[in-house]
């Protein structure tokens, strides 16, 4: 059976809402069909009719300031979700020439796809479910206080050949061009792990990230990295520590 957008809404989205934290019905943390102002068409000087002038955007998420830190745009389920895509875009730009202040995030789903997307920064990529409050605002906070990639120090003494500081400026680059997929092909002994960690240690110095996950396919080379970690990032926590056990064995 299809669902209308409001059971979409209220059996979907407002229940993955749910389960991260926010309460649809606790107007200080969620509004819903959020009034924005627009500007009325060239020549019109009153409005014609009760809408003219206004949009509506079916979910606002509020920081703990009562600020906007999202919009979310929803999308009857039989329908795609992209179809959402500009308008939310719009809602958020309309929110923030109404209110000041920092751009809100951009959601639009259809209950079943979610996309995000930090306009400015970054393409909209497809995630599960909704952040929490405090892990939007994490991220908010993230986006005003990093520094440019394009000029960070890179740590010779952890990476100093010159391969592998062109690759690290090179996958730099790219997020400063809102790029998120980099793939770099290095053989055995060219320092691969060395330079995974120099490019860590300019990410986190610059602001661009707080965690970041090493994969690894064999115990051996987990336990290389961890000792390779806390030889060049001796002041970063990490996980496992060398020699301990995971939580669960595959």
Not at 83 to 107: D, S, T, V
Not at 184 to 192: D, R, S
Not at 237 to 250: C, F
Request: glycine share 6%; with cysteine.
């Amino acid at each position: 059976m299809t669902k209308s957008e409001a059971q979409t809404r209220s059996e979907l989205i407002d229940q993955q809402l749910a389960q991260s934290g926010w309460n649809v019905k606790d107007p200080t943390q969620v509004v819903e069909e959020f009034d924005i102002l627009t500007e009325l068409p060239s020549g019109v000087t009153e409005p014609r009719t009760p809408y003219e002038g206004h949009q509506f955007s079916d979910y606002v998420l509020l920081g703990k300031e009562r600020k906007p830190l999202a919009v979310i745009e929803a999308k009857k389920s039989s329908r795609d979700a992209a179809i959402g895509r500009e308008q939310a875009k719009q809602y958020c730009y309309n929110i923030q020439k109404q209110l000041g202040g920092e751009l809100p995030f951009c959601f639009y789903t259809n209950g079943h796809e979610t996309y995000f997307w930090d306009l400015e920064n970054a393409p909209p990529r497809k995630v599960i479910g909704f952040p929490m409050r405090d892990d939007l605002e994490r991220f908010a906070y993230i986006r005003r206080n990093r520094k440019p990639l394009t000029q960070e120090f890179i740590n010779t003494s952890i990476a100093g050949r010159d391969y592998q500081i062109r690759a690290i400026r090179s996958v730099l680059e790219g997020i400063e061009q809102k790029k998120r997929d980099f793939l770099l092909v290095m053989a055995t002994g060219t320092g691969k792990t060395r330079t995974c960690i120099a490019m860590v240690d300019a990410l986190m110095r610059a602001g661009h990230a707080e965690k970041m996950l090493f994969l690894v396919d064999r115990i051996a080379l987990r336990e290389q990295a961890l000792a390779a970690f806390k030889e060049h990032m001796p002041n970063e926590p990490r996980w496992p520590n060398v020699g301990e056990k995971l939580i669960a064995e595959l």
